[in-house]
């Protein structure tokens, strides 16, 4: 039972533009939802998060936003620059028993064309 | 500051033979300490995790084992390796109680 899916694999987009990567997740008790950027053979890097009681948060080029109802996360990138070609994996983090979960979506290999 | 080292980089074993995968956080105090494994084209399954020493929780049965000896130190062990454990391992650690996960550079493990 996939509870956090990136439906597209991947990504291009122009240099300068936006890009837009999006997250669906199917646990309405997350609380906390975190975005990772993963270049090849190294370990993932955290990006950006937001809780669940907030719907957007803004960190320079990087926006993440939350829609509870519909149950979707995106980030946005603006304005995408080359350097920012990864993967982007999303997650989601529930608390139960005094530990943290984290649940880690399959990942959307961006490719910024310069 | 905190730093997470995972060694080796690479490693290449025959089917049947042990492994020891370690890894070690510096610059802070009883972490939560994690072992993922990405396979190919797949993302990032959880594979155990340690809220101290001695205490570790495995998310799904598995050839695989781990054990924390040392506050900081996490090891992912197997006793015999199957062809279906090859992927890239990731060791990450968390403050208690807090987030975001800090993830090493990964081993790829190949299986021949």
């Known amino acids: 039972d996939q509870q956090v899916k990136q439906n597209s694999p991947s990504l291009s987009v122009q240099e300068g533009r936006i890009s837009i990567l999006n997250c669906d997740y199917t646990n309405s008790m997350f609380d906390y939802f975190l975005w990772y950027k993963k270049y090849p053979a190294e370990g993932p890097t955290f990006l950006i998060s937001i809780s669940s009681i907030k719907d957007k948060n803004e960190d320079g080029r990087f926006t993440v936003f939350l829609n509870k109802s519909a149950k979707h996360l995106s980030l946005h990138i603006v304005p995408s620059q080359p350097g920012d070609s990864a993967v982007y994996f999303c997650a989601a983090l529930n608390r139960w028993g005094g530990y943290q979960k984290v649940t880690f979506g399959t990942g959307t290999k961006l490719q910024v064309i310069p | 500051s905190q730093t997470i080292h995972q060694w080796p980089a690479t490693l290449v074993q025959p089917v049947g033979s042990p492994l020891s995968l370690e890894c070690t956080v510096e610059g802070t105090s009883n972490p939560n300490l994690y072992w993922y494994r990405q396979a190919a084209g797949r993302g990032l399954q959880l594979l155990f995790y340690?809220?101290?020493?001695?205490?570790i929780s495995s998310e799904v049965p598995q050839n695989l084992s781990a054990s924390r000896p040392q506050d900081r130190q996490f090891i992912l062990s197997s006793k015999k390796l199957l062809l279906s454990d090859s992927g890239f391992y990731l060791c990450?650690?968390?403050?208690?109680?807090?987030?975001?996960?800090?993830f090493g550079d990964g081993t790829r493990l190949s299986i021949l």
């Open positions: 340690s809220v101290g020493i001695g205490q």
């Open positions: 990450a650690w968390s403050p208690p109680g807090g987030q975001p996960q800090h």
